[in-house]
């Protein structure tokens, strides 16, 4: 391998190393775990105050909103088990009972999960309707 | 009628699989017809497929509900011009207009070539003929969409958030995008399969990448438009799973589009080509499972469904047969040339290739991280907008900062004359700018580099224009404006780049303005105001509207002042769907050049009078409107580049 080479390896090098490290260094500071109720309730005492994402269906009835718009009480079940959720911030309009979410925030010893984000997923987005209407049409 | 679509379908997947198999059976037999035949079959599903496509829209116009996917795209209420568009709007329409676009692609390409490139085109045929397959295989055994069902009243329409100019176009632009990039790419596996390794590939795909180029790109802008102006939540990238897949073929195609010009000049990086090329399909094949396979959740998601797995058989398939293909002729894939100096074109032609690579893989990475976890650790862990921030800021600043030097560091070895020449002005006004925006860079240092990195692109780029135009003027006399024109008709390539690396240049600076986002939530009585940024709203009640029988609006009013002036009434509203449960917000956006003041009405007592209270989300976004922009420039340049050269005319 001659000289010339060699420069352009070193700065191949440096660069697949540079986008190695923002890699490395992005997911330790910014992963969290994805867990379902369950799974957040069977980790004991090791899930209180770090920071997870947990999704579950919001439990029928179980909405409290602040007339304030801003703050909103609930629980999400995973169909066995449910928590109490407290959120505040926006409260999106997909927000309705038994629509699947995604809540983000801390797990706290009172049983409380404190979520700064509220996500609605809407798995049938592109078919409206679809899940939320009583099926209406049978096949032949 | 639908039997006749359905019909159409399945004669095409006939023909295709006899236009996969003929053309290399008319190569090995020596026989022209069988290839003529191929080549005639391409058109034969093209007229197949316009019919079935034709029929499903016709489907959808006269409300033929028995159609079960007219039926769960739409209804009586809605208008002709989304009636059209739901045609795409679903699973199984997305595949039948894929294939079209496929098909309509595939015929171009044997009336371009018909007098051209005869060894090449049995295999493109073959190709492209595979590809076809999958999708009409996939429409006639997983998702069919003339499938009928007992025919309902009414149907379930079209989703209200898609029943948007921006979603109209977002999915077609899109596909336009994902589709072209087979024509490249089938066009390499032709030249592996021959054994015709020059530029021949890369010179007659040359248009046919930009253009796939443009389009995926587009889409992606207008997706961010769509959700910028629909979703209401201030932003217009999430780092969606579904975003990133559209996002990762973007970036390799771009390596691709620059790597094959070191190619085309200097007759190196041929394996990198190929390789590039091949990731492009393959991310392109990859975005559509991950899309259509419920594997990741995401806010695009198809749901659920099977056909996702069709697609990683597919992708499976075609990363091994390339790999095999490109190893076997490693030989005939030597460079012609090597690397001279450190400070070249090429190098930084090559460096800017692996930040692109870097950053799709980085992006990949961080999109399939919760199933790589799951599936390694058992547990999963996910990564959200944070990381690809992290990640993908300073590798695009870094980029931005190639898109300077590349156009214009001197091939084989930069003398420290060209430097000079073409960088020492740039990096002083730059210098002097970084300077005098240190008061807004603090605090934010990733943003300052970016405002002073494209200080520098845009001199570099302006100095050349007028650096050239004076010489011209000087050699031939002409006036400046007329020098600069003739410059730009006789090197459409360059300059269509350098308008395209403005446009990208703006486009940092709209992304750029995220960093000095302002929001603010409040709950106001009638009356009652709240400032932000340089603005003071006051709230003046609600008011309830019925416009269309089908649609019920509840409209807040709200006065906007700024400098003590009330300067526009802003009406952020709420929409109510009969046919959906939920109300959808529709926001009210004023846009300017220099910030957008974006007013969400987030919430109200139901039932409301017309003076209760309301909840506001306020946005403050400063720059935006540079990215709608910057994206209208990149068009622009992209149209120069592809403008067909006078001297290949003669």
Request: proline fraction near 4%.
């Given at each position: ?7 352009f390896?070193i700065?191949?090098?440096?660069i ?19 867990l ?17 994402r ?39 309009d ?16 009172e ?9 609605t ?19 032949i | ?16 699989i ?11 037999k ?14 034969t ?67 371009q ?18 590809t ?23 149907g ?18 899109l596909?336009i ?23 021949v ?11 796939s180029?443009?389009?995926?790109g ?43 010009m ?43 469904s ?9 992708l ?8 095999y ?22 190098s ?7 930040i ?23 547990e ?15 590798i695009?600043?870094?980029?931005l ?34 300077i005098?925006?240190i ?90 105001s ?15 509207k ?17 400098n ?51 909840t ?16 209208i ?18």
């Amino acid at each position: 391998m001659n000289k010339k080479q060699l420069k352009f390896i070193i700065g191949s090098v440096v660069i697949v190393a540079a986008i190695g490290y923002l890699v490395i260094t992005g997911i330790s500071k910014t992963s969290v775990y994805y867990l379902t109720v369950d799974e957040l309730l069977s980790r004991g005492d090791s899930v209180f105050g770090e920071g997870v994402r947990v999704e579950g269906k919001v439990l029928d009835g179980s909405i409290k909103k602040d007339p304030s718009g801003l703050k909103v009480d609930f629980r999400i079940t995973d169909g066995k088990k449910d928590i109490a959720v407290h959120y505040e911030g926006i409260i999106p309009d997909l927000f309705v009972d038994g629509r699947d979410v995604v809540v983000e925030g801390k797990y706290r010893r009172e049983g409380i999960f404190t979520a700064h984000t509220l996500l609605t997923s809407c798995p049938s987005k592109y078919e409206s309707a679809g899940k939320d209407h009583p099926q209406e049409v049978k096949k032949i | 009628m639908n039997e006749i679509g359905e019909l159409c379908i399945l004669l095409s997947l006939g023909i295709s699989i006899y236009s996969f198999i003929v053309p290399i059976l008319g190569v090995k037999k020596k026989k022209g017809e069988l290839i003529a035949s191929a080549e005639n079959s391409i058109f034969t599903i093209l007229g197949l497929i316009s019919i079935s496509s034709f029929i499903l829209i016709y489907a959808f116009l006269i409300r033929d509900f028995s159609v079960e996917y007219v039926s769960s795209y739409s209804n009586r209420d809605l208008s002709t011009f989304y009636t059209i568009s739901a045609f795409w709007a679903g699973q199984k329409g997305s595949l039948l207009f894929w294939t079209w676009l496929l098909s309509i692609f595939g015929a171009v390409v044997v009336i371009q070539n018909r007098k051209k490139n005869r060894e090449l085109m049995p295999y493109v045929l073959s190709t492209i003929s595979l590809t076809l397959c999958l999708f009409l295989a996939l429409m006639v055994f997983v998702a069919r969409p003339f499938g009928l069902i007992y025919p309902p009243e009414d149907g379930h329409g079209l989703n209200p958030m898609l029943q948007n100019p921006g979603m109209v176009f977002h999915p077609p632009t899109l596909y336009i995008g994902y589709v072209g990039f087979t024509i490249p790419f089938a066009f390499a596996m032709a030249s592996l399969l021959t054994g015709q390794l020059g530029d021949v590939w890369i010179k007659t795909t040359r248009r046919w990448t930009i253009f796939s180029w443009f389009f995926l790109g587009m889409g992606n802008l207008l997706g961010a438009w769509w959700a910028y102006r629909v979703l209401g939540w201030g932003g217009y990238w999430a780092w969606d799973p579904v975003e990133n897949a559209s996002f990762m073929p973007w970036l390799t195609g771009t390596a691709y589009l620059h790597s094959v010009m070191i190619q085309e000049r200097r007759g190196m990086l041929k394996v990198w080509n190929m390789v590039l090329i091949v990731m492009t399909f393959c991310l392109t094949i990859f975005g559509t499972f991950l899309t259509r396979s419920g594997i990741v959740q995401s806010v695009h998601s198809f749901g659920e469904s099977t056909v996702g797995y069709y697609f990683l058989a597919f992708l499976i398939v075609t990363i091994i047969f390339s790999s095999y293909l490109i190893i076997s002729k490693l030989s005939l894939l030597k460079s012609n040339n090597e690397l001279d100096s450190i400070v070249s074109r090429e190098s930084s032609f090559l460096f800017n290739n692996l930040i692109l690579v870097g950053a799709a893989f980085a992006t990949f990475w961080g999109t399939m991280f919760p199933v790589i976890s799951e599936t390694i650790r058992g547990e999963k862990i996910t990564v959200g907008p944070p990381f690809f921030n992290q990640v993908n800021i300073p590798i695009g600043l870094a980029l931005l900062l190639l898109a300077g030097i590349c156009p214009l560091i001197s091939w084989k070895r930069a003398s420290i004359n060209n430097l000079k020449r073409n960088f020492l002005t740039p990096f002083l006004v730059s210098i002097i700018c970084g300077i005098a925006l240190i008061p807004i860079g603090i605090g934010h240092i990733f943003a300052w580099f970016s405002f002073t990195i494209s200080i520098f692109v845009l001199t570099t780029i302006l100095m050349e224009f007028h650096r050239s135009a004076k010489t011209r003027r000087e050699t031939t006399g002409e006036g400046f404006v007329k020098a600069l024109i003739t410059l730009f008709r006789k090197n459409k390539r360059r300059y269509g780049g350098y308008i395209i690396h403005i446009g990208v240049v703006l486009m940092y600076i709209g992304i750029t303005g995220t960093s000095y986002n302002i929001e603010k939530e409040a709950t106001l009585k009638n009356g009652e105001s709240m400032s932000i940024g340089n603005y003071k709203l006051i709230y003046r009640g609600l008011n309830y509207k019925e416009p269309v029988p089908t649609k019920a609006e509840v409209i807040a009013t709200m006065d906007v002042e700024k400098n003590g002036k009330i300067i526009v009434t802003a009406l952020p509203k709420k929409d109510f769907y009969k046919t959906s449960e939920e109300p959808i917000s529709r926001v009210y956006n004023l846009s300017g050049l220099k910030e957008d003041l974006y007013i969400i009405l987030a919430g109200f007592p139901i039932p409301f009078q017309k003076d209760s209270p309301a909840t506001f989300k306020i946005h403050v976004n400063p720059l935006v409107k540079w990215l709608w922009i910057g994206g209208i420039v990149l068009g622009i340049g992209t149209f120069i580049a592809m403008l067909p050269d006078w001297k290949e005319k003669k």
